[in-house]
């Protein structure tokens, strides 16, 4: 099946929150864990308004999303969203959604995007060319660290 790609809307918060719980938890998180993380992985209508998303389709259903905030200098973006549905990973979506938004982000003229990175992911963003920088606190689970990823355009 062929997928596509669209830009998110207000009106997709509730497919992307659902696709963002299914992901994570496909990495083997049990449910007191998704719990925790719920409301850092909710996609309200509000930040589809203030931040540019990328959503790939295999006709109706959502199989992936991405989504870029741009920093206040203009010069940085942090993907805050990178999620595949479990039954599309490893089969391209995530690295045409990233095409999307890198071609998106060198257009802008950024010279670095970052992200906070599930462990789990690692190997995928090592392999579009990120790399570790340092560790930082998780926003959902105390205690907890994540990878801090960096990569220079």
Not at 60 to 76: K, P, Q, S, T
Not at 101 to 117: I, V
Request: proline share 5%; glycine share 8%.
């Amino acid at each position: 099946m062929e997928i596509t790609q669209r830009a998110g809307a207000p009106q997709d918060a509730m497919i992307l929150t659902d696709l963002s719980m299914r992901s994570k938890q496909s990495n083997g998180y049990d449910d007191a864990f998704m719990e925790a993380c719920r409301d850092e992985l909710t996609v309200t209508p509000e930040l589809l308004q203030a931040h540019r998303y990328w959503i790939a389709e295999a006709g109706d259903f959502v199989c992936g999303c991405v989504c870029l905030a741009v920093e206040e200098d203009g010069i940085r973006g942090e993907i805050t969203a990178f999620f595949v549905d479990p039954e599309w990973k490893r089969k391209g979506e995530g690295r045409l959604l990233w095409r999307a938004l890198l071609e998106y982000a060198q257009q802008l003229g950024l010279e670095a995007l970052c992200l906070d990175a599930d462990p789990f992911a690692v190997p995928f963003y090592e392999a579009l060319g990120f790399r570790q920088v340092k560790d930082v606190p998780s926003a959902s689970i105390p205690g907890r660290t994540l990878p801090h990823m960096q990569i220079r355009l």
